[in-house]
């Protein structure tokens, strides 16, 4: 028998229970101050938003934007930080394609724990990046998603494309 090794999922399913529900520590509010961006895998900050990459993630490059502001609800922010979330979106794509050459994205918000929230009350929007390709029998049959790339080398590779868009925001991929 085969064995996929998955370690850093340890600490998720020890965390899941651990903190008591409409307790929990707010990550969202937590990362862009812990003091290093690298360890916090922030990705990119702007004024109102930052762009973390997600610990857990469905597909390698999977990334979260969110306001700094600790909202629940779109509606809750003004236009100013709405703008500022969705032109980090479109940010985050255009490096997601210079780095990875996705064949297409999923982009979301699930707002409120019954649409699937993991943090209800800190809105943030994921963006996942897409192959031809990338689903096949281990999430059906095993329950289990294989990436193919560590945490750290996607951080360099996101970081450096973000770079790259700030400095020739015309350049093609």
């Known amino acids: 028998m085969?064995?996929?090794?998955?370690?850093?999922?340890?600490?998720y399913i020890e965390g899941a229970s651990a903190v008591p529900s409409g307790e929990e520590a707010c990550i969202f509010c937590e990362l862009p101050n812990a003091g290093n961006d690298r360890e916090a895998m922030l990705v990119a900050r702007r004024p109102s938003v930052f762009a973390v990459l997600n610990?857990?993630?469905y597909n390698v490059g999977h990334t979260m934007v969110a306001p700094y502001a600790h909202a629940s609800s779109i509606e809750e922010l003004d236009s100013r930080v709405r703008g500022a979330l969705m032109e980090l979106c479109g940010e985050v794509v255009a490096a997601l394609r210079r780095a990875y050459s996705p064949d297409g994205f999923n982009l979301?918000?699930?707002l409120g724990r019954v649409a699937g929230a993991g943090f209800p009350g800190?809105?943030?929007?994921?963006?996942?990046?897409?192959w031809s390709g990338d689903t096949n029998f281990m999430p059906v049959v095993a329950d289990t998603k294989v990436l193919p790339e560590d945490l750290r080398?996607?951080?360099?590779?996101?970081?450096?494309?973000?770079?790259?868009?700030?400095?020739?925001?015309?350049k093609s991929r």
Request: glycine share 4%; aromatic share 10%; no cysteine.
């Open 2 to 11: 085969d064995r996929l090794w998955a370690s850093w999922r340890m600490a």
């Open 55 to 57: 610990i857990y993630p």
């Open 153 to 170: 080398t996607t951080y360099e590779k996101l970081t450096a494309a973000l770079g790259d868009l700030e400095q020739n925001p015309t």
């Open 122 to 130: 800190h809105l943030h929007m994921h963006i996942v990046p897409r």
């Open 108 to 110: 979301g918000m699930n």
